[in-house]
Structure formats: structure tokens, C-alpha cells
């Protein structure tokens, strides 16, 4: 960033008790986005949630080794 030009979002300038007014100007109202966000949030979690239920039972399967930890991160590099 240039000297001199502050950014949108910059708040490290800024006053604290202006933080207050732009972090309510970020939070929406709009029924659609609030439901969009929650549906994201539920695909995070059940991701998280997926993959540790799969790698806490790879633990118990006789044939996974480190070849099967290393195909599970390529997945999901792959993936994500």
C-alpha cells in the first residue's frame, strides 16, 4: 500500500471507538446472504467432521500406513 492511501478495511489508523461502526456496517440483514453463510458453515463442519470420523477409522484398518495418510492429503489437496 502507498504511503499516504489508507485502504477500506485498514483499521490500524483508525480511532478505536470508530472500529465499533465499521465492523456494524459489515454485518447483513439480507435473509438470503444469512442463509447462504449458514449453509457454508455447515459444509465446513461437516467436512471436519467427515474427515476425522475417516482418519480415526483408517487407525483400525490393518492395511493403512503412511501410503494411505499420503493419498488421503493428496485427496484432498486435490479437493480443497
Not at 30 to 52: D, Q
Not at 57 to 62: D, G, R, V, Y
Amino acid at each position: 500500500m502507498a504511503a499516504g492511501v489508507k485502504g477500506e478495511n485498514d483499521l490500524a489508523e483508525c480511532n478505536p471507538c470508530c472500529w465499533r461502526s465499521h465492523i456494524t456496517t459489515m454485518i447483513t440483514t439480507n435473509a438470503h446472504e444469512i442463509s447462504l453463510e449458514r449453509e457454508r458453515l455447515w459444509v465446513v463442519l461437516a467436512t471436519i467432521v467427515i474427515n476425522i470420523v475417516a482418519v480415526s477409522l483408517l487407525t483400525f484398518a490393518p492395511w493403512s500406513d503412511w501410503r494411505t495418510g499420503a493419498a488421503l492429503y493428496k485427496v484432498h489437496r486435490r479437493f480443497g
